[in-house]
């Protein structure tokens, strides 16, 4: 019973049986398929090994800590204007804690003193701002492949002047 409900369901078709026989001979036809646009070819992103995270994640975490450096600094022009007691504990604390690691320096930052506690949920409330709403973000990928761009073609031509002994035209060796 099952195998011929099978054999009746496999049988059934949406289309009409002449679209089914039109197209056994040639399953498709290429000359209908072309198109106007270039054919773009699908191909995988490069793969980066020896990281064991993605560079963007890399990228991401070092924009992390960047943001909190931002974000003290502006914080510290902000107290040196109106808060000079706030200001030199925020220098001491600076002195003798590094900014390499964002976070370790807001936790460490909120655990000295309730003073310093307030310092480090300003610079937190900074940081977030910062990176959501003033930091240009299309300019960064923008000035980043400029960058990358103009320090190839100098790399590049630094080496056809090393290599071929000509500078403007004449021969220099």
């Known amino acids: 019973m ?11 078709s949406l289309f009409p049986p002449r679209f089914q026989t039109e197209n056994r001979a040639y399953p498709f036809k290429p000359w209908m398929q072309r198109t106007s ?24 975490k070092h924009l992390h800590d960047f943001f909190n450096y931002i ?19 925020l220098r001491e604390f600076l002195d003798s804690h590094p900014l390499n690691d964002g976070d370790k320096f807001c936790a460490d930052l909120m655990r000295e003193s309730p003073r310093h506690k307030n310092l480090a949920l300003r610079i937190l409330e900074v940081r977030s701002a910062y990176c959501k709403e003033d930091f ?11 960058m990358v761009d103009d ?16 500078v403007d035209g004449k021969q220099i060796c």
């Open 37 to 60: 646009q270039p054919t773009r070819f699908q191909c995988h992103k490069m793969y980066v090994p020896g990281f064991g995270t993605s560079p963007e994640s890399t990228a991401a």
């Open 151 to 166: 320090s190839n073609k100098k790399l590049m031509m630094d080496y056809i002047v090393d290599t071929s002994c000509t």
């Open 136 to 146: 240009e973000w299309d300019n960064l990928q923008r000035l980043a492949s400029k």
């Open 71 to 89: 974000a003290v600094k502006i914080v510290a022009a902000q107290l040196q204007s109106y808060n000079p007691e706030a200001y030199e504990e």
């Open 2 to 12: 099952e195998y011929s409900t099978a054999t009746i369901f496999s049988q059934l």
